[in-house]
C-alpha cells in the first residue's frame, strides 16, 4: 500500500529538482518485516530494526546510563534526525472572549461560568489554535520542522485544529492506539476548549473541564501509540510542559520521556504554573515532575516557579540547584518577563536583559521564547545569542494581541532586533549578579554597547551590536530561502530515511514534491 502526501517547497520554481519528475529512490530493503511509519510531511513502511535499549527490562531508566552527559553544558542534538522539534500533548482550542470582568476564583463560580458560556457555542472568529500550538506555530514562522503529537477529537474543534496546524505546515501525530479508542466515549473523546477570558484591563482567566475534574481529560489514553513513538525517536527534539497533565496521566508522560531518552531525542521541560501543583500533587505526579527535573536536557522556568520548585530566591543559585540534581541537564534557563532571562549552565551564567516594547499582550510570549531557545539548541548558538533572540521573539509577541497564529512572525522579529533597545535595569542586574562574580563560573552579559576595559577572564560583557550583526544574517537566510536550502534542508530527511532502512521516492511536480514510501 502506498502512503501520498504532498510537500510544498518554500518557492515555487521549475528548476528544483532539475524540473524533471525522476524519482529519487533508494535501494530495496532485503528485510520483509514492515510497519507502517508516519513521516513529517510523508507517510512510508518502515522496516522494522532492532535498536540497542538503555532502559532496564521494566523500562525504567537507568540514572547512571546518563551521567556522562550530565557536565556537558554545550547542546547536542542529531543533526540526521528529520524533525527539528515535536510538542507532547496540549492541544487544545481557545475560545478567546472580552468580559466585563473576570469571574472568581473560587471553583464552583469558575465551573458554573464555564457551563454558561458553553451552553451557547461561540462565533468561530473566537476561535484559536492553544496549548503547544503555539509554541510549535512560533517555532515554523522561525523555519523549524515542527511536530505535534497529541489527541483531538472528530468534531468541529478537532477538525479546526488539524486545518490550522496544517496550514502553518506543521504534521500532526495520534497519541492513542485502537484499543483506547474503544473505551473511550462521549465527551472524554473530543477536543479539550480553554475559555480566555479577557477584562478591560487586559487581565487573563482561564478555565477549561480539565480544571474541575480529579483526573486528567484523556485518562482513558494508557499507552503511546507506535506512531507517537516514531514521531518521538524522528525528533531532535521533545517539548513537554505541565500543562500536558491535565490531559495526560503522569504514567503515559513518563513514558514518553524514557521513550525520548532511549533514542536519543534532547528533552525540553517548562513545568509552568502546573509545577507547583505537580510538587505537591499525588505520588505518581511527584515522581514524574522529579523525573522530568532529573532527565531533561533543557529546562525553562519563571523567576516564581523556579523558586516554588528549589525554595531559593536567588535566580541564579536556583537554577544551579536544578543543575545540580539533574542527571541529563545542560540548561537551566529562568524567564524574568520584561527584565529579561538567565541560561545556567554547569560552567556558566549568561544574562540577557528583555527588549523595549509596547507590550499590548502577553499571552503566548513563553511558547513564542521556547520557540527560539530550541532554535538556538539546534543551531548550536551561542547561549547570549540564544538568550537575545528567545528575548526577542518573545517581545515580537507581546506587541501583538493573542496566541496561535498571532504569534510573531520572523519579518516582525527581525523588524524589532534592527531596531532593538534593551530594557536595561542596572540596578536589577548589578544586584542579582553581584554575589556572582567569582571564579567559578564564566559571566556573559548582554550589554545596549561594547564598554572598553569592562571584560575580566571570566566576566565578558557582549554588546547588543556585535549580537545582532552576527543573528541578523543567519535569521534572514531563512527568512528568504532558495531552491538550494530547500533541497539541502531535505537531506537529513532523505539520510534518515536510508538509515532506517526506509524505501522513499521523492518526485518534483512543478509547485510540489510528491514524497512517496512503497
Known amino acids: 500500500m ?42 512510508t513502511s518502515k522496516l522494522q530494526t532492532s535498536t540497542s535499549s538503555s532502559s532496564s527490562s521494566n523500562g525504567a531508566v537507568s540514572v547512571k546510563d546518563w551521567n556522562l552527559t550530565k557536565n556537558s553544558s554545550s547542546s547536542s542534538v542529531n543533526s540526521l534526525k528529520p524533525v527539528d522539534i515535536s510538542t507532547l500533548g496540549n492541544l ?16 464552583h463560580h469558575r465551573q458554573a461560568y464555564m457551563q454558561q458560556l458553553a451552553a451557547s457555542p461561540p462565533d468561530k472568529k473566537y476561535w484559536e489554535a492553544g496549548g503547544n500550538c503555539n509554541m510549535a506555530i512560533a517555532a515554523a514562522r522561525l523555519g523549524l520542522i515542527c511536530t505535534t503529537i497529541g489527541h483531538v477529537g472528530t468534531e468541529i474543534y478537532g477538525q479546526f485544529l488539524k486545518d490550522v496546524l496544517r496550514d502553518e505546515g506543521i504534521h500532526m501525530v495520534g497519541m492513542s492506539d485502537q484499543t483506547d479508542l474503544v473505551t473511550a466515549s462521549g465527551s472524554s473523546y ?25 483526573e486528567p481529560a484523556f485518562s482513558w489514553m494508557r499507552r503511546l501509540s507506535e506512531e507517537a513513538k516514531m514521531g518521538i525517536k524522528k525528533s531532535k527534539i521533545l517539548f513537554c510542559n505541565g500543562y500536558g497533565f491535565d490531559e495526560l496521566s503522569p504514567g503515559l508522560i513518563t513514558s514518553a520521556l524514557d521513550y525520548a531518552v532511549d533514542v536519543g531525542t ?12 505537580l510538587s505537591s500533587g499525588t505520588p505518581e505526579e511527584r515522581r514524574a515532575l522529579n523525573q522530568f527535573l532529573m532527565m531533561s536536557d533543557v529546562i525553562l522556568v519563571t523567576s516564581d516557579e523556579v523558586e516554588s520548585l528549589t525554595g531559593i530566591g536567588d535566580p541564579v543559585l536556583a537554577g544551579q540547584e536544578l543543575l545540580r540534581k539533574g542527571v541529563r541537564t545542560k540548561w537551566v534557563i529562568v524567564k524574568m518577563g520584561a527584565k529579561g532571562s538567565i541560561l545556567v549552565t554547569s560552567s556558566s551564567i549568561s544574562c540577557a536583559p528583555g527588549f ?5 499582550d502577553t499571552v503566548g510570549c513563553g511558547d513564542s521564547y521556547v520557540s527560539a531557545i530550541a532554535f538556538g539548541y539546534i543551531h548550536n548558538m551561542s547561549m547570549i545569542n540564544t538568550l537575545a ?43 542579582l549578579l553581584h554575589e556572582h562574580l567569582d571564579y567559578q563560573h564564566d559571566v556573559n ?61 521523492a518526485i518534483w511536480y512543478g509547485k510540489f514534491i510528491l514524497v512517496t514510501g512503497f
Open 92 to 107: 487544545c482550542v481557545d475560545i478567546v472572549l472580552n468580559v466585563p470582568k473576570l469571574p472568581s476564583p473560587l471553583r
Open 356 to 360: 523595549k516594547v509596547n507590550v499590548i
Open 2 to 43: 502506498h502512503h501520498y502526501t504532498i510537500l510544498k517547497p518554500p518557492i515555487s520554481s521549475p528548476l528544483l529538482l532539475n524540473q524533471n519528475p525522476n524519482p529519487l529512490i533508494f535501494p530495496p530493503s532485503t528485510r520483509s518485516t514492515l510497519s507502517i511509519l508516519n513521516c513529517i510531511h510523508f507517510s
Open 266 to 277: 534532547s528533552v525540553f521541560f517548562d513545568p509552568g504554573p502546573r509545577g507547583k501543583s
Open 190 to 214: 473530543e477536543t479539550l476548549l480553554c475559555w480566555v477570558l479577557v477584562d478591560p484591563l487586559q487581565r487573563h482567566g482561564f478555565c477549561s473541564r480539565a480544571d474541575f475534574s480529579n
Open 445 to 505: 552579559f548582554l550589554t545596549k554597547m561594547d564598554i572598553n576595559g569592562n571584560n575580566s577572564s571570566r566576566h565578558n560583557s557582549i554588546p547588543l551590536q556585535q549580537v545582532v550583526s552576527e543573528l541578523l544574517p543567519k535569521l534572514e537566510s531563512a527568512h528568504v530561502p532558495s531552491n538550494e536550502a530547500f533541497v539541502i534542508g531535505m537531506m537529513p530527511l532523505l539520510i534518515y530515511c536510508r538509515q532506517e532502512r526506509i524505501q522513499v521516492a
Open 389 to 431: 533572540f528567545a528575548n526577542a521573539v518573545g517581545a515580537a509577541t507581546a506587541m501583538g494581541c493573542g496566541a496561535g497564529r498571532n504569534v510573531a512572525t520572523l519579518e516582525q522579529v527581525i523588524k524589532l532586533m534592527k531596531g532593538s533597545k534593551l530594557n536595561e535595569d542596572e540596578q536589577f542586574w548589578n544586584e
